[in-house]
């Protein structure tokens, strides 16, 4: 295992975008000086009586700022200040909007960098994976501003000249729920399609890294969009209630585990909401004999350790057919131990830190757990501590790579949400994908072949939301992202998404006299 431990917090400090964030070259720490709650139009310091929370820098475990959480107060400001803008988005013309939306696309795009060096900060994840975040949101703004202006509903002839016709309409105030593990990312997933159909949001993000999402809506703001049209509020499990009993709120959109998604759900239900929840999974990756087991290899990689293996498709349940088993795990257990740990901002780092203490412990937790029940670990699993003493107090772990385990244990039943890879050794098509499918959870699945019927196949029995043939992880934004199962309702990204962030109406025209019955 090679550890890169240069601090990273020793470089040049960012200006514009920034701002709010100071450094002290001679200590490498880093705070956060600016308020984190956004709406009217700019960041919003609540009272000294606001609840605190403290926000972490993974890399280094120390204190990056304090998170005040917004109240009963600031979400009825916040979603007062949406309902305003609404009023003014929803009457602009798509064409409108997409100008808004492409402007914020092109700031995204000139300040790559500078986004991604504070999600990197926040999040723990490696800077080369964070830039390709930021280049995921970017992307996700162009792709709905290119569908505002086509939004269409349908006309339909009816007997005697008379007509009906739908319109496709905004639904109103939007709240958005993020994950830790891709800030910046889910924020603009959420609000694209939402501001796309001409809705506001209100989005708030984990307590856990909170700082991104109020630099996305400094951009919205820049680009024109009207005050209130993206506003953001901090806070935990209090305000996410809040929010989602809001009366005002015409839907919620959640990212995040099962437990709090059924919450939501109920919540939201009360209100008759529509929601759309991307929640858990574990995710099968069944790997066939006849495999380009080098690309295999590579797959089974990306379908874990991305992001310290905290992605809720991850493929961590790795099904390879019995006859290239020892092949298999020679190589990932040799391209695993490869992998760069340290510093989140050095080039050559290929995974920085979980992202909390209390996470690095429960995937601790969950590796001493596997080995009690049977498995055997080949490499990885272990706390690490750099050599930069900046970076000591870091949440930092080797990849974890178990072999000899059973379809009943529970790092193979449960969601780890860290670099923990379970291979399953499996005989006959037959039997994987009985044993694939037999989960309560559905949100992705992979397979590796070179027989492209077998691959189809398997795909059309896989109990899964999104498929992957001979790659896994891949998400562009043309395509939908979403689960079956307990793994969620409804679908982020691709063109389905606007129906979820819409509603439709329909109108009946009478071009002749009433035919009436009385």
Not at 197 to 212: A, I, L, Q
Request: glycine share 10%.
């Amino acid at each position: 295992m090679q550890v890169v431990g240069k601090f990273f917090l020793r470089r040049i400090g960012v200006p514009n975008l920034l701002h709010g964030i100071s450094r002290s070259a001679s200590s490498g720490s880093m705070a956060i000086d600016d308020p984190l709650n956004y709406w009217n139009g700019g960041r919003v310091k609540l009272n000294d009586s606001a609840k605190t929370e403290a926000v972490y820098e993974p890399a280094t475990g120390r204190i990056l700022c304090q998170l005040q959480e917004c109240g009963e107060e600031e979400v009825n400001q916040a979603v007062s200040n949406g309902l305003t803008a609404f009023g003014i988005w929803s009457k602009m013309s798509g064409m409108e909007r997409a100008k808004v939306m492409l402007e914020a696309a092109r700031i995204i795009e000139s300040r790559r960098e500078e986004i991604a060096e504070v999600e990197v900060v926040n999040n723990g994840k490696s800077i080369t994976e964070a830039r390709l975040d930021v280049d995921s949101a970017r992307l996700c703004i162009e792709y709905y501003a290119s569908l505002a202006s086509s939004l269409a509903g349908q006309h339909v002839q009816l007997p005697g000249g008379s007509f009906a016709y739908t319109r496709r309409e905004p639904l109103g105030v939007c709240v958005g729920i993020g994950a830790w593990n891709y800030p910046f990312q889910i924020a603009a997933w959420k609000s694209a399609p939402a501001l796309a159909c001409g809705n506001s949001m209100v989005f708030k993000p984990s307590p856990v890294t909170p700082v991104t999402a109020v630099l996305l809506a400094e951009i919205y703001a820049q680009a024109g969009a009207p005050s209130g049209l993206y506003n953001v509020v901090q806070g935990g499990q209090e305000t996410g209630m809040l929010l989602c009993h809001h009366p005002s709120v015409a839907k919620v959109s959640f990212t995040g585990s099962v437990p709090t998604g059924k919450k939501i759900m109920e919540m939201a239900a009360s209100g008759v909401k529509p929601v759309t929840l991307e929640l858990g999974g574990k995710s099968p990756l069944i790997i066939f004999e006849d495999s380009d087991l080098e690309n295999a290899v590579r797959g089974a990689l990306m379908a874990n350790f991305l992001s310290q293996g905290q992605v809720c498709s991850n493929g961590t349940r790795v099904f390879v057919q019995r006859k290239v088993l020892s092949q298999f795990l020679d190589a990932v257990v040799q391209r695993t131990k490869a992998i760069q740990i340290g510093d989140p901002l050095l080039e050559e780092t290929r995974m920085g830190a979980v992202v909390s203490r209390p996470q690095l412990d429960k995937v601790l937790g969950y590796i001493s757990q596997a080995k009690e029940e049977g498995a055997r670990i080949l490499c990885g699993g272990e706390p690490i501590t750099p050599v930069d003493p900046k970076l000591r107090n870091g949440y930092y772990m080797s990849p974890c790579v178990l072999d000899n385990c059973t379809d009943d244990m529970t790092c193979v039943r449960e969601e780890i949400f860290g670099p923990v890879m379970s291979v399953l050794p499996f005989d006959t098509e037959e039997e994987v994908l009985q044993r694939a499918n037999d989960t309560t959870m559905g949100l992705a699945a992979g397979v590796f072949t070179r027989d492209v019927r077998r691959a189809h196949r398997v795909v059309e029995s896989l109990q899964a939301g999104t498929c992957f043939i001979n790659n896994y992880n891949i998400t562009p934004v043309e395509v939908p992202f979403g689960g079956y199962k307990a793994s969620g309702i409804g679908r982020e990204n691709g063109q389905v998404t606007i129906e979820f962030y819409s509603q439709l109406k329909t109108v009946v025209v009478e071009m002749g006299d009433v035919d009436s019955l009385f």
